[in-house]
């Protein structure tokens, strides 16, 4: 059977692909792995993230999107041809449709980089959705009705908020906060505090494995080895929940202020929607501990992580290619 659909998920952090009756095909990070003296592409995916941290000089790991938008033109191509052709088969002479997601604030030139980027690594016709309402789509939200609906989608390098009503975006916010600078508030904290350096991917593994929103009593612990940046040898220190929490607290109120900018935008009737149907989060950056918690702290808004938040915004595209036709003149932006 030919497959002539494909929904893209395009991160900064990772690249989710979905398939109608196939369901998700792939879950990879978005890094492609150059090699410096030919400029060629060595890995993609997961095994050019293993290389972070660990490759000779001549190898180079590279993420070819930066804060949602394409930084670097032929290595996502490189991607993206890798991830249709890891989806359709490199043999399937029949070019697909491919929906891929963006940030809300897009640019017409960012859009059609992203495009041009499909059509040439193999897509027959590239749509681009605005990343909201495929995060409200997955999410289950049901974006054509007239009540107001907030949806704050926290992924790796950008967070949208968005209220969403009669099928289209009300008022939204789009900050470059996200997954991405959570890690890094994470690495900075540790250096500061304890003189250790550590890599990407261990901040990483501290925010997945012990990551919160907030200081809690019962907090958890991580074991994190880094190199002393006074001896120059290794070493080891424990790192707590709630030493994460006060990292990313900073990132977390920008993320706040970017919600209550949408509040302030968004016409009393339906602020007054969400204030009784609550805030859904998605995005793997939702799946932090606690964050729910904070935000209705904040707010005073009933607050709720969506279902497989990592894959909200990939079960959105997979909605649309469902039924493709139906979106084409309402959501979809094709030029």
Not at 44 to 67: N, Q, T
Not at 226 to 244: A, M, Q, T, Y
Request: charged share 20%.
């Amino acid at each position: 059977m030919f497959t002539r659909k494909i929904g893209i998920d395009l991160g900064t952090a990772n690249t989710i692909v979905f398939l109608p009756g196939k369901g998700f095909i792939i879950n990879e990070p978005t890094i492609v792995a150059l090699s410096i003296p030919d400029n060629t592409v060595l890995a993609v995916g997961r095994e050019a993230k293993e290389m972070i941290g660990r490759a000779p000089d001549d190898i180079k790991p590279y993420r070819p999107l930066r804060e949602g938008v394409i930084a670097d033109y032929y290595i996502t191509k490189a991607m993206l041809k890798y991830f249709i052709a890891n989806a359709i088969g490199s043999f399937n002479i029949i070019k697909p449709d491919v929906v891929i997601s963006a940030p809300a604030g897009i640019t017409q030139t960012e859009r059609r980089a992203i495009i041009n980027a499909a059509k040439e690594a193999g897509a027959k016709e590239a749509y681009i959705v605005r990343e909201p309402i495929l995060a409200a789509l997955g999410a289950g939200i049901p974006i054509n009705a007239r009540n107001g609906s907030m949806i704050v989608n926290i992924g790796g390098g950008t967070s949208e908020v968005a209220i969403i009503s009669l099928g289209g975006i009300v008022s939204w916010s789009s900050v470059r906060i996200a997954g991405d600078k959570f890690d890094s508030a994470i690495i900075d904290y540790i250096k500061k505090k304890y003189s250790i350096a550590i890599g990407e991917q261990t901040a990483e593994a501290i925010k997945i494995e012990i990551g919160s929103a907030m200081p809690t009593k019962n907090k958890l612990t991580y074991q994190v080895r880094g190199r002393d940046l006074i001896s120059g040898l290794p070493k080891d220190i424990i790192f707590s929940s709630n030493e994460v929490a006060e990292a990313i607290n900073p990132h977390l109120l920008e993320i706040a202020s970017a919600m209550q900018k949408v509040f302030n935008e968004t016409p009393p009737e339906l602020v007054a929607d969400v204030m009784d149907k609550g805030i859904i989060l998605s995005g793997g950056g939702a799946q932090i501990g606690n964050l729910s918690e904070f935000f209705k702290k904040i707010f005073g808004v009933n607050t709720y992580v969506a279902e497989d938040s990592l894959f909200c915004v990939a079960k959105g595209a997979g909605l649309i290619l469902t039924h493709l036709d139906v979106y084409k003149r309402t959501l979809l932006n094709k030029r």
